[in-house]
């Protein structure tokens, strides 16, 4: 059986597509040996009022509070926040959740529309990396989530190598961390974002990295962790989780 340290990106039944009660999802990380989850909760503000999101993850935290007394996992009290820069009053509130441990940034709508629906119309590529931009500038998060998420709908994709290291510069520079995404194994057939990205992240300095399976269920929890840690760990990097807001390596 594999072993998994950490997996950084799990959505529990308080996500709008998952099912998964948080005691089932402790239950298959301890059978794995993981030491550390993080429960990342979808946040989406144009979806669902900021009280609502206030109050399904508190409920979330409360439930975490409780299953914590019964494993020797740390659970970290994430939440992946969609378009996190267009929202910055709905931002504040959520952060005053004092027990929020990690915020996971990530872009799945382009123009108010879905990211597949958006996906195969002009410009939509370099239009995704500008609204990231955006995002790695303007709002306060600890994680970049799945870089390249657009190659999921797309038979091609070729996004422009400066648009890319515009984008990995800055999260070098304001410190948020790559998050290598196992869920594109299944998706894509390699990881978000892919290996030629994470080498150029490596070649321009970036050392910092979280591995999350991004599982929505009971079978991909940790799922392609191992691989994608032995296919990147000649880079060296630092590998780690959040925690109370801070990085801190494994």
């Known amino acids: 059986m594999e072993r998994i340290t950490a997996d950084m990106h799990i959505h529990s039944k308080y996500s709008f597509d998952s099912s998964l009660k948080i005691k089932y999802i402790l239950k298959r990380m301890e059978e794995l040996h993981a030491k550390y989850i993080a429960i990342t909760d979808h946040v989406e503000f144009s979806n669902q009022p900021v009280n609502e999101v206030m109050q399904r993850i508190r409920m979330r935290n409360l439930k975490i509070d409780e299953l914590s ?19 910055p009053s709905a931002m504040e509130s959520l952060k005053s959740l004092e ?18 629906k958006m996906a ?3 410009g939509a590529t370099n239009l995704y990396f500008e609204s990231m931009l955006n995002m790695i500038h303007s709002a306060d998060i ?15 994709f070729n996004p422009d190598p400066k648009l ?87």
């Open 69 to 87: 007394k019964g494993t020797d996992i740390t659970i970290i009290k994430g939440v992946e926040v969609s378009e996190p820069h267009l929202y």
């Open 99 to 116: 027990d929020i441990d990690y915020i996971v940034g990530s872009i799945h709508h382009l123009c108010d529309a879905s990211m597949k």
């Open 120 to 122: 195969c119309t002009e």
């Open 142 to 156: 600890d994680t970049l989530a799945h870089l390249d998420y657009m190659k999921r709908y797309l038979t091609t």
């Open 164 to 250: 890319v290291d515009e984008v990995l510069k800055a999260i070098i520079a304001k410190d948020i961390i790559l998050e290598i995404n196992t869920s594109g194994m299944r998706r894509c057939k390699e990881t978000f974002p892919s290996p030629d990205i994470v080498k150029r992240y490596a070649e321009l300095g970036g050392k910092k990295v979280v591995y999350g399976s991004d599982a929505h269920t009971l079978e991909q929890l940790g799922d392609y962790i191992p691989e994608a840690h032995e296919d990147f760990k000649d880079y060296n990097f630092e590998e780690g989780i959040v925690l109370k807001r801070e990085f801190r390596k494994i």
